[in-house]
């Protein structure tokens, strides 16, 4: 799975860089395309129920799913990017959120906040923790900062599947549900609503995932193994 994790890691790479005004969504899937064919990796997005592209790109009130393609993205967008590869049969799958070019203080304080969320919930996977401990590390990160979170959606186990259990909700109560064993692999991924609603709705594309009230939404992933000594991020250079 780190081979995974890696090569996912170097698609966000690809990604960042490339994402800026002007360019849409569909250009920034080929760069993808182009890891996953320089590592020799396949996509477990392409074909997932359907799904058309190797990436999913939210831009502003899309939350997760939006689907890219001609879409030019445009000074101040708010972009959602969550990807996947698969190595010798083994998944990662992360997702990031950045700003193309000039950002707003409010814009970067959500996705400061969806990290730091990301990065409570990575603390408490330790043996011995609970799936509720990882829960309620996001919620409290993402309530004191006046935010929401759908109810909807989660992250999930990860492994020779995309989708394992569990599945990792993003709020909960510390010291409740499964015990967290060494080597258990989770994807984490808080989804943080601006405006503090906990509901969003789905297009009739079937996929993109929007804010009920048009606020800004952000979305940060990361495939995360619970180690002997400690979580280890596989989906990080
Ligand atoms: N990566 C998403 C998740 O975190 C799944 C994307 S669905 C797809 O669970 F169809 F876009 F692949
Ligand atoms: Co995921």
């Given at each position: 799975?780190r081979?995974?994790?890696?090569?996912?890691?170097?698609?966000?790479?690809?990604?960042?860089?490339?994402?800026a005004?002007?360019?849409?969504?569909?250009?920034?899937?080929?760069?993808a395309?182009?890891?996953?064919?320089?590592?020799?990796?396949?996509?477990?997005?392409?074909?997932?129920?359907?799904?058309?592209?190797?990436?999913?790109?939210?831009?502003?009130?899309?939350?997760?799913?939006?689907?890219?393609?001609?879409?030019?993205?445009?000074?101040g967008?708010?972009?959602?990017?969550?990807?996947?590869?698969?190595?010798?049969?083994?998944?990662?799958?992360?997702?990031?959120s950045?700003?193309?070019?000039?950002?707003?203080?409010?814009?970067?304080?959500?996705?400061?906040?969806?990290?730091?969320?990301?990065a409570?919930?990575?603390?408490a996977?330790?043996?011995g923790?609970t799936?509720g401990?990882?829960?309620?590390?996001?919620?409290?990160?993402?309530?004191?900062?006046?935010?929401?979170?759908?109810?909807?959606?989660?992250?999930?186990?990860?492994?020779?599947?995309?989708?394992?259990?569990?599945?990792?909700?993003?709020?909960?109560?510390?010291?409740r549900?499964?015990?967290l064993?060494?080597?258990v692999?989770l994807?984490?991924?808080?989804?943080?609503?601006a405006?503090?609603?906990?509901?969003?709705?789905?297009?009739?594309?079937?996929?993109?995932?929007v804010?009920?009230?048009?606020?800004?939404?952000?979305?940060?992933?990361?495939?995360?193994?619970?180690g002997a000594?400690?979580?280890?991020?596989?989906?990080?250079?």
């Amino acid at each position: 799975m780190r081979a995974a994790g890696r090569v996912v890691a170097e698609m966000h790479q690809a990604i960042r860089a490339a994402a800026a005004p002007g360019v849409t969504t569909g250009d920034l899937d080929l760069v993808a395309r182009g890891v996953l064919d320089l590592r020799g990796a396949e996509s477990n997005f392409f074909g997932y129920y359907g799904y058309p592209a190797v990436i999913c790109a939210s831009v502003n009130d899309e939350v997760i799913h939006g689907i890219p393609g001609s879409r030019v993205l445009e000074d101040g967008d708010l972009l959602s990017i969550d990807c996947g590869a698969i190595v010798d049969g083994w998944h990662g799958d992360a997702a990031f959120s950045m700003v193309v070019g000039t950002a707003t203080d409010a814009q970067l304080r959500l996705i400061s906040t969806a990290e730091a969320a990301l990065a409570a919930a990575i603390r408490a996977m330790r043996p011995g923790n609970t799936l509720g401990d990882i829960g309620a590390a996001i919620e409290g990160v993402v309530s004191a900062a006046g935010y929401g979170s759908p109810h909807n959606y989660c992250g999930h186990g990860i492994g020779q599947d995309m989708h394992e259990d569990p599945d990792v909700e993003n709020r909960g109560v510390p010291g409740r549900g499964p015990t967290l064993r060494e080597g258990v692999v989770l994807a984490i991924e808080p989804m943080l609503i601006a405006g503090g609603r906990d509901d969003v709705r789905e297009l009739s594309d079937g996929w993109t995932v929007v804010t009920t009230d048009g606020s800004l939404a952000a979305h940060v992933e990361h495939t995360v193994v619970v180690g002997a000594h400690g979580p280890e991020i596989l989906t990080r250079l």
